[in-house]
């Protein structure tokens, strides 16, 4: 992954359990028109460039590792808005054509970039799409339709962008608190990722190292609202209630959830709404990053996956970055500390978006085989 930390899953990982914060002032664009001034962005790319900001962030990204991807793999991109600097670019007539913008040809540059040559798709459910796209995967390898799968996610903070959270009311002036008592709102943040998935008889037959199992996926839309969560949170608890079925687990097997918490009042109280009702005997630890990393929109929930399952392995849960007083639905789940866990076996990752579209994970450590 590439993050406002920099590259890697383990720098983004140990910036958070450090306490960090990526979210600053931003200088791409004047946001002096705007509810706010901040947002967690990636150094040095060049705005409305020659390079829309997320081929620039991809070509950082896999400049710098060296993945492997099998030529036969299908693809699967995530994105909200892809390269829509490039719309921008044209619209304040500075050259270029505005139809680049489209998701089919940043696919088409994507598949290029990574060799990949199996089938190829775009997956776009608001701030669920990298999430989603995971969960697909899986679905496409446990169904036989495919035995290797590379999931790409990304999203960049653009002025368009920003302007429409700012019109929503729903940036905080300061770095989003997840779960707080005193959040305001959310901060945007900008990354791109990628996840290479297989059946477990093809990584053992290529050698590869296997770092974590999709055993559960689930998906559900409460419909209440474009962008407001249904009040009774059943879009979550369905979606995590299909994921448990999925996995064949109960909810007293998951050790700790990732949590979408964007900072916003209505979607922090939805989501431990959901959990209270799900996983009350049990009360596992809820975090969220992006008091760290902003919001880093359709590529949230793959960085998510990637940093539970890294969570998994240091069988540590990660601080919620900025929370002071959690609130009074939250108190006694999450923690502004790191939290050493007994059992680091399995965890829920949950994403929810626009629409009411809810997306849930469940991650395993590797089964270790005599």
């Known amino acids: 992954m590439l993050t406002p930390f920099g590259a890697g899953a383990d720098l983004c990982f140990e910036s958070i359990l450090a306490k960090q914060c990526a979210v600053a002032n931003v200088k791409r664009f004047n946001t002096a028109e705007f509810t706010s001034r901040i947002a967690a962005t990636i150094r040095d790319l060049r705005y409305h460039g020659e390079t829309s900001l997320v081929m620039q962030m991809f070509e950082r990204l896999f400049a710098s590792s060296c993945p492997g991807i099998p030529a036969d ?85 653009t002025e368009f962008i920003y302007s429409g959270f700012s019109s929503l009311m729903a940036l905080d002036t300061a770095p989003a608190r997840p779960f707080d008592a005193t959040r305001k709102g959310l901060s945007l943040g900008e990354a791109v990722a990628f996840s290479l998935l297989m059946s477990e008889e093809r990584a053992e037959r290529e050698g590869r190292n296997i770092l974590c199992e999709i055993s559960g996926w689930g998906m559900g839309d409460d419909a209440n609202h474009m962008t407001g969560p249904s009040r009774a949170s059943e879009g979550l608890i369905s979606a995590i209630q299909r994921a448990l079925s999925s996995a064949s687990v109960s909810p007293a097997e998951i050790d700790f959830i990732s ?83 007994k059992r680091a076996k399995r965890a829920l990752v949950a994403n929810s978006g626009f629409s009411g579209v809810n997306t849930a994970l469940i991650l395993n450590l590797p089964t270790v085989k005599a």
């Open 73 to 157: 793999a299908a693809l699967l991109l995530a994105t909200t808005k892809g390269e829509i600097d490039l719309l921008e670019k044209s619209l304040l007539g500075k050259g270029g054509d505005p139809g680049e913008s489209r998701l089919d040809r940043l696919l088409a540059r994507v598949t290029a970039l990574t060799g990949a040559k199996g089938p190829a798709a775009v997956m776009s459910a608001a701030c669920t799409s990298s999430s989603a796209a995971v969960g697909r995967a899986a679905a496409m390898i446990s169904a036989g339709k495919s035995e290797c799968v590379l999931v790409v996610a990304c999203d960049c903070v």
């Open 259 to 341: 949590a979408h918490g964007t900072g916003t009042n209505y979607n922090d109280e939805m989501e431990m709404r959901a959990f209270r009702a799900l996983f009350s005997d049990t009360t596992p630890p809820v975090y969220s990053v992006k008091g760290a990393i902003g919001h880093t929109m359709g590529a949230a929930g793959l960085i998510e996956t990637i940093i539970a399952m890294k969570s998994l392995q240091a069988a540590t849960v990660p601080p919620t970055v900025n929370l002071q007083c959690p609130d009074d639905d939250a108190k006694g789940w999450v923690s502004s500390e790191p939290v050493p866990l």
